[in-house]
């Protein structure tokens, strides 16, 4: 499990929708503190199959990367969402009836609860 999640490019961050499942998986198999020679809980087995499945048309998915417009009225729009497993960000570039994906980044939340500011 640990060599396919560490195997998975994606410096852009254009399909992290998929990727984060493996990562997901990762950290609860950790939380259990399941050790690397014992045997996967059958929930999480479950889980991994399925996202292992949808790693199989991950190569075929395509993006328009050009981002060049002709004037500058284009706006940058970032959106931002966090929960209890997950955090991350999204950056469009806009323009009229036009936006591009310029970036996305997300990881999974920390294990340990961070304690609220002073």
Known sequence: MLSV???LFDPLGLVL???IKGKIILSQLW???VAWDQQVPCDIMTSWNKFHQDLIGIEDIGF???TVYTDSSA???AFCDASN??????EYLYQHDDAKLLYAKVRVAPA????EFL
Not at 112 to 115: E, I, L, P, R
């Open 17 to 19: 929708s998929i990727t």
């Open 112 to 115: 340990v609860a961070v304690s």
């Open 64 to 66: 328009d990367r050009c």
């Open 5 to 7: 999640n560490s195997s």
């Open 31 to 33: 939380k259990l503190g």
């Open 85 to 90: 497993v997950a955090y991350g960000i999204v």
């Open 75 to 77: 706006i940058l729009v």
